[in-house]
């Protein structure tokens, strides 16, 4: 009987141990693959895209548009309202981008 008792007690004993390194593992990949996760090789590459299409490079080249756009309507050029209007509604949408994208994330 006590033969019987000392197996029961040695499973019970490995069990535990396989419930704890089960459970080990798992939190294990609950800390890890949020890691992971936000660790992508492209976040690098489009933030600079990003900083490209909507940083300075974009704000010099909409003002240089805009100047263009004026000179083109003031001497009334043809369709030179409707170059002004897509050069405007081209700035807002290339410099606002972040802002709107910042807005509905929060990042």
Not at 48 to 70: D, E, R, W, Y
Not at 90 to 97: K, N, P
Request: hydrophobic share 55%; glycine share 10%; charged share 10%.
């Amino acid at each position: 009987m006590t033969r019987i008792r000392i197996i029961i007690q040695a499973a019970t004993i490995e069990r535990t141990k396989l419930y704890l390194i089960r459970g080990a593992a798992l939190l294990l990949c609950v800390l890890i693959f949020p890691l992971a996760a936000h660790a992508s090789p492209f976040d690098s590459g489009i933030s600079s895209i990003q900083t490209l299409f909507t940083g300075t490079v974009a704000k010099a080249a909409s003002l240089i548009a805009i100047v263009i756009g004026g000179y083109t309507f003031a001497h009334g050029e043809p369709g030179a309202k409707k170059t002004l209007a897509g050069v405007a509604a081209g700035t807002g949408i290339a410099i606002m981008a972040t802002n709107v994208l910042t807005w509905l994330w929060g990042s």
